[in-house]
C-alpha cells in the first residue's frame, strides 16, 4: 500500500520550531519532488516548501522563506520540514505530496503533476 505520513506537529509557542518528518511506504522517494503544504480552516492550500528529485534546488513560498528549511533523506525514504521562529499564522494541517518536479506560482512553490498525497500532521503555534 502507498503511503506518505507526516509527523511531528504539535503545540509550540511563538518563536519556536518544530521539525517535521514525512515518511513513504510501499514506493521510494528517489524518483520525485516533493512539496509541503500547509492548509489552515477558512484559507486556500499553500505551497511552503519543495525540492527536487535530486535535491540541488528547494523552493520556498515567500510567507517561510528564512525560516523554513526543506531535506530528503532517501536512505531513509524521508522528507523534512525544519520550522524555525513559529509564528501564529503558521498554524495550519501539514502534509506532503510527490510529483514530476517543482514549480514556483505566485508567491508559493508547488509540485507539478502530483503523483501521490500525504497524510497530514497538525502544527499549532500559540502562547
Known amino acids: 500500500q502507498l503511503q506518505l505520513v507526516g509527523s511531528g506537529g504539535g503545540l509550540v509557542q511563538p518563536g519556536g520550531s518544530l521539525r517535521l518528518s514525512c515518511a513513504a511506504s510501499?514506493?521510494?522517494?528517489?524518483?520525485?519532488?516533493i512539496a509541503w503544504f500547509r492548509q489552515a480552516p477558512g484559507k486556500e492550500r499553500e505551497g511552503v516548501s519543495c525540492?527536487?528529485?535530486?535535491?540541488?534546488?528547494?523552493d520556498y513560498a515567500d510567507s517561510v522563506k528564512g525560516r523554513f528549511t526543506i531535506s530528503r533523506d532517501n536512505a531513509k525514504n524521508t522528507v523534512y520540514l525544519q520550522m524555525n521562529s513559529l509564528k501564529p499564522e503558521d498554524t495550519a494541517d501539514y502534509y506532503c505530496a510527490v510529483g514530476e518536479d517543482i514549480t514556483h506560482v505566485q508567491a508559493m512553490c508547488t509540485v507539478v503533476r502530483v503523483h501521490h498525497w500525504g497524510k497530514g500532521t497538525l502544527v499549532t503555534v500559540s502562547s
Open positions: 510501499g514506493f521510494t522517494l528517489d524518483d520525485y519532488a
Open positions: 525540492i527536487s528529485v535530486s535535491g540541488s534546488r528547494t
